[in-house]
């Protein structure tokens, strides 16, 4: 992908970036990628990938601004990518780029998951490499971990796609909290989160030809993501269709969630529905919600991804008490 948002005409639906032929799932653009600085020491920004799991070939790319305050750990923010379960990876240039300004911009140290994709690897896939990383996380084998990160101030955040695997990746942590020790969880950030259902909602109808998430490449991509034979109201993709239990439990932990999007956004009305499903729960959830803008726009438009990190700047460091 280039530095700007897809093109495709408003009254063409049809996807760029993939297609399906006699049932075979065809990626059909090699998106750009950026290498991990390793230790140059000219960057703002210092990066390293790191193996998770060899087995499942995933692995782990830490961010570290390395202009931050000398002898003050950092907030850990663990990253989940997005591009609908089915495209994109931690090395995408404009995924590499976001967590580097985010790390700048916050200061974090910011991990960014390689998780597996669909259709070759379907859902749950997604969640159990995430739950994966955060124990790989825990057992703190990497000494920018331990030398830099605050363990207590620990965040999961994701982007689209990446906003639903924290939303069911952080319903089952919650549930194995104490296995996650020392790191401690204090709070969701789902940005612009990928969620669906059966149902059409008034944005999905009145953006149904979107020229960033038509509805029909929205559909298919969740035909390649769920479990064979699932559909849109599975609880994978529709979070209203079940998890009550696990949902309470995040309120009852006091962790925290930020919810982020746009009505220029598909999404938008999803996204308001799982905010008021939180709330309902006794989750405290922060909402933020703009005028116009379109889904994923803070990995595009520099303005709205230095909005963007105002804001999560001060749900990291304002909103969620320290202690």
Request: hydrophobic share 40%.
């Amino acid at each position: 992908m280039s530095d700007h948002p897809p093109s495709e005409n408003s009254k063409n639906t049809s996807p760029t970036y993939f297609k399906i032929v006699d049932g075979t799932f065809i990626r059909l653009f090699q998106f750009p990628t950026t290498s991990a600085t390793g230790d140059d020491t000219h960057s703002p920004v210092l990066s390293k990938d790191i193996p998770l799991n060899p087995t499942t070939n995933t692995w782990l790319r830490l961010f570290w601004p390395r202009h931050s305050s000398s002898g003050v750990k950092l907030p850990l923010i663990i990253y989940f990518h997005g591009g609908g379960f089915i495209l994109f990876s931690a090395a995408s240039t404009m995924i590499h780029n976001f967590c580097a300004n985010m790390s700048i911009e916050l200061p974090a140290l910011i991990v960014s998951v390689e998780y597996r994709l669909a259709p070759e690897h379907r859902l749950p896939t997604a969640y159990e490499d995430a739950i994966d990383a955060m124990h790989w996380i825990a057992k703190c084998e990497d000494q920018w971990l331990s030398d830099l990160a605050d363990f207590s101030r620990c965040f999961l955040m994701g982007s689209s796609a990446g906003g639903n695997i924290v939303y069911h990746a952080g319903l089952r942590a919650v549930a194995a909290s104490d296995d996650l020790a020392p790191l401690r969880i204090k709070g969701l950030i789902l940005h612009s989160p990928y969620f669906g259902g059966s149902q059409r909602t008034g944005s999905e109808l009145r953006l149904v030809n979107d020229r960033h998430l038509p509805l029909s490449m929205n559909d298919m991509m969740w035909e390649q993501a769920l479990p064979i034979g699932a559909d849109r109201d599975h609880e994978y993709c529709n979070p209203l269709m079940g998890g009550w239990s696990s949902v309470e439990r995040v309120g009852l932990m006091g962790w925290w969630c930020l919810v982020t999007g746009c009505d220029g956004d598909p999404l938008m009305d999803r996204q308001v529905e799982l905010v008021r499903m939180l709330d309902g729960k006794g989750v405290r959830v922060v909402a933020r919600f703009v005028e116009g803008g379109y889904h994923g726009i803070e990995a595009f438009d520099s303005k709205a991804a230095q909005a963007f990190f105002m804001v999560l700047r001060n749900f990291v460091f304002s909103i969620v008490p320290s202690q």
